[in-house]
């Protein structure tokens, strides 16, 4: 997990415009660099490292004798670096994984480059023999990208849009800085005074199809056919192979576990594979909550089960409403869900930051989206109708959940990795008939609980422990997270600035204190930027008026008062 930062064709001066690049310094604690460009003097890199895989040649961009015109910048983890050399018969210069990108990118073009890496990554790559620059993002954007492109050529690409909104530029008005879109690479031609322009911006994966890196995976002849043993064996080893390939680390990891299916499954299986690959250190397991919450009492089961060295982070309401400035400012989005589970999120990697030297850090988060795990699935018109909600939301977590969980690790220099969100794993589970994944017998993801049903990797009452959002289960079932928020704010938002909100705010007009709320602080760190986000996330097929699994009629919680 690193910071990147890219400008081609700056008419501002650099060193001025490289302070912008610090404004990403959190996501790379351990070294930094800038570099310019030979031959092109108003194009440069800057890179903030995390230094988690080859502590001596990591540092970027990367260049190797091979292709002296080749320059890497890449955020990420490329986890069949490894069967792609084995595969091609690559010479690597480093142990960094990202270097396969310049190797497949000479053999192959960027055509086949993006789709053939298995991983998360945002990657800047810059051939100056062919006077070309590429741009591309992982299938589910879990590691973030933003791009800002002038109509005069000029352009700027960073991790977080907080490195680009106060870059100069002899302009009118300020540019336009958008997120680049996951799923995709862009072709764009590098002109001899620094400039560019677009050629054009390719989806190269979706998240249903078979992704092509599969025929070098570790994994590769699957039992075919829809009968129910197989499809749950198979589900067990696709996940089972996700987590044991996010292992590559040379620095220490933890993971984080709420207690709930999602995130105690990883732990579970982490633990397992952890044994089994003979790392000697134990596995740091981190739960948040205030005093009695749910998350906390069920993590601690979860714990105590698998044999972890479990740390939990008990926190009051006054740290939590205190923290909601600097979480709105490190997630850029004013979403009322996104914003409520971050500060759990947030405190507790600020824990994990300060008090242990686990860097690396497993969740479990893109679950609920892939099995239909939301308590709304319940009341899905149909199969065919919740299938198409899962696929729905699996394209938009880079605005929502994957943003949540990128952003509050980040902010504290700490590595993500997400299982649930493997290519292979996402791609066979969304191939499953769409009769097989809704909810069944009134339990959402059923089908994934199933699967696990006789593994003993967990305790039955938490394998089968009913959806607990996470902002909710962090606090006590006798009054959930967002009543303390609400209760805080109501006396911060005066009703008449409510009833002008659309005025203010025409685009996404908050309809409650609580939004209008969140939105004045975003407004304040990133004024006229409220496309970043397109739309608020709320439940489907239902009423709702609150995105929290609490103000559901559905809603049961396995702690009872």
Same mark, same amino acid.
């Given at each position: 997990m690193c910071g990147i930062w890219a400008l081609f064709g700056s008419d501002g001066c650099l060193s001025v415009q490289c302070l912008s690049a610090m404004k990403i310094a959190h996501r790379g604690p351990d070294a930094f660099r800038f570099e310019n460009v030979n031959g092109f003097t108003n194009c440069c890199f800057g890179f903030h490292r995390l230094a988690i895989?080859?502590?001596? $040649?990591?540092?970027?961009?990367?260049?190797? !004798? !091979? %292709?002296?015109?080749l320059w890497l910048c890449y955020n990420g983890e490329i986890y069949n670096f490894k069967q792609l050399q084995k595969h091609f018969g690559f010479y690597y210069q480093t142990l960094v994984d990202g270097e396969v990108i310049l190797h497949l990118y000479d053999k192959l073009g960027i055509e086949q480059t993006a789709p053939?890496?298995?991983?998360? %990554?945002? %990657?800047?790559l810059l051939d100056t023999a062919n006077r070309k620059v590429f741009l591309g993002r992982d299938t589910y954007g879990v590691r973030p990208l933003f791009r800002v492109l002038t109509d005069d050529g000029f352009l700027g690409v960073c991790s977080e849009a907080k490195g680009l909104v106060d870059l100069k530029h002899a302009m009118p008005s300020c540019p336009k800085v958008e997120p680049f879109l996951p799923g995709h690479y862009e072709v764009l031609d590098l002109k001899p005074n620094g400039k560019v322009a677009s050629v054009e911006m390719v989806k190269f994966h979706s998240c249903k199809d078979e992704p092509l890196h599969a025929t070098y995976d570790t994994v590769q002849n699957l039992p075919s056919g829809f009968d129910l043993e197989t499809v749950k064996s198979n589900i067990r080893i696709l996940f089972e192979n996700a987590v044991r390939k996010r292992l590559m680390s040379h620095r220490r990891i933890g993971c984080l576990l709420s207690g709930g299916l999602d995130s105690s499954l990883v732990a579970s299986v982490l633990l397992k594979l952890m044994k089994e690959s003979n790392i000697a250190y134990p596995l740091q397991t981190f739960a948040i909550g205030m005093e009695d919450s749910p998350d906390l009492l069920a993590a601690r089961k979860v714990a105590a089960y698998i044999g972890s060295d479990h740390h939990e982070v008990i926190f009051n309401s006054e740290e939590g409403i205190q923290a909601l400035e600097e979480v709105i400012f490190s997630l850029e989005t004013y979403d009322i869900t996104t914003i409520r589970a971050s500060v759990g999120m947030y405190l507790i990697s600020r824990y994990i930051q300060k008090k242990t030297d686990s860097a690396v850090i497993f969740s479990g988060e893109g679950s609920d989206e892939l099995t239909e795990g939301y308590i709304y699935f319940h009341k899905a018109p149909s199969p065919e109708e919740a299938a198409e909600e899962s696929e729905r =939301? =699996? !394209?938009?977590?880079y605005m929502f959940d994957v943003l949540r969980a990128n952003r509050t690790?980040?902010?504290h220099g /700490?590595? /993500?990795r997400v299982p649930f969100l493997d290519h292979r794993f996402t791609a066979y589970y969304l191939s499953l008939p769409a009769e =097989?994944?809704?909810?069944?017998?009134?339990?959402? !993801? $059923? /089908?994934?609980?199933?699967?696990f049903q006789d593994s003993n990797l967990l305790p039955k009452e938490i394998l089968w422990r009913p959806k607990e959002a996470f902002s909710d289960g962090i606090t006590s079932v006798k009054k959930s997270w967002f009543s303390i928020l609400q209760d805080h704010i109501d006396h911060q938002v005066d009703d008449l600035l409510l009833e002008k909100a659309a005025v203010k705010f025409p685009f996404n007009p908050p309809k409650t204190k609580e939004a209008y709320y969140y939105r004045q602080i975003f407004e304040k760190h990133y004024p006229g930027r409220s496309d970043w986000l397109t739309h608020y996330w709320m439940p489907r097929w239902i009423k709702a008026t609150d995105p929290s699994a609490r103000t559901l009629k559905h809603y049961k919680s396995a702690i009872k008062e």
């Open positions: 895989v080859d502590q001596l $040649y990591g540092m970027q961009p990367i260049r190797v !004798k !091979k %292709f002296p015109y053939l890496l298995d991983g998360v %990554f945002a %990657f800047i =939301l =699996l !394209k938009e977590l690790t980040a902010a /700490l590595e /993500l =097989l994944r809704i909810p069944k017998n009134g339990i959402e !993801k $059923y /089908l994934l609980r199933d699967a």
